[in-house]
Structures are given as structure tokens and as C-alpha cells.
Nanobody, 124 residues
Framework: QVQLVESGGGLVQAGGSLRLSCAAS????????MGWFRQAPGKEREFVAA????????DYADSVKGRFTISRDNAKKTVYLQMNNLKPEDTAVYYC?????????????????WGQGTQVTVSS
């Protein structure tokens, strides 16, 4: 089992940057693919980015490509989401998730473990 705790959210102006972190506890972090999702008020949770176990493969939602970068440090049991050139439409609660599988990593149903979320607010 994996416990996930996100941090790094906050209020930022449009065009600014934030780096989210997700610290994992439990065993065998390196055997989990990791993902970031977000949920804005009144909207469904949506995929943002995913990274494979060994960081050899990443996926991004079209809306964040070229602006967000997902990375992980297996020694520190942490996954990151660097967010640049933030836009007001990026405002949401951001969740980190973990899955022991290598498929369905771009959909929420593909993940087994979730963090509690961290709020990101981008002002115009």
C-alpha cells in the first residue's frame, strides 16, 4: 500500500510557475507508475500527466503540453509536477495518484491510490 501527500499548491498570477510535490510512504515506490490529475469546481477529475516507473515514459494532457513537466525521484519517493506559464484555467485541486500497473495511466480509474489534493489558484 502507498500513502501519498501533495504539497506546493498556492495562489499565483497568470504566467507564473509552481512546483507540486507528492511524497509517498510505504513500500516499493519505484514499482508504481505515478500520475497527476486535477479537478475544478463543478467539473470532473481530469488527467494532467503521468510517468512510468523508471521515468522512461511520460504522458501529458494536450492542455498542459509544453508548460508542465512531470518527474520523479525514486530514491526520495517523490513525484513532481513543474507548472510554468500558468493560466487561470489551470485553477483546480491537483491530486497525485499511484498505480502498480503500466496501462490505463491516463484515466483516473487506472489508479489505486490517491493523495488528498492541493489547491492551485491562478489569478488573471
Amino acid at each position: 500500500q502507498v500513502q501519498l501527500v501533495e504539497s506546493g499548491g498556492g495562489l499565483v498570477q497568470a504566467g507564473g510557475s509552481l512546483r507540486l510535490s507528492c511524497a509517498a510512504s510505504g513500500r516499493a515506490f519505484s514499482t508504481y507508475a505515478m500520475g497527476w490529475f486535477r479537478q475544478a469546481p463543478g467539473k470532473e477529475r481530469e488527467f494532467v500527466a503521468a510517468i512510468s516507473r523508471s521515468e522512461t515514459s511520460t504522458d501529458y494532457a494536450d492542455s498542459v503540453k509544453g508548460r508542465f513537466t512531470i518527474s520523479r525521484d525514486n530514491a526520495k519517493k517523490t513525484v513532481y509536477l513543474q507548472m510554468n506559464n500558468l493560466k487561470p484555467e489551470d485553477t483546480a485541486v491537483y491530486y497525485c495518484a499511484a498505480t502498480p500497473f503500466t496501462y490505463n495511466t491516463v484515466v483516473a480509474s487506472g489508479y489505486r491510490y490517491w493523495g488528498q489534493g492541493t489547491q492551485v489558484t491562478v489569478s488573471s
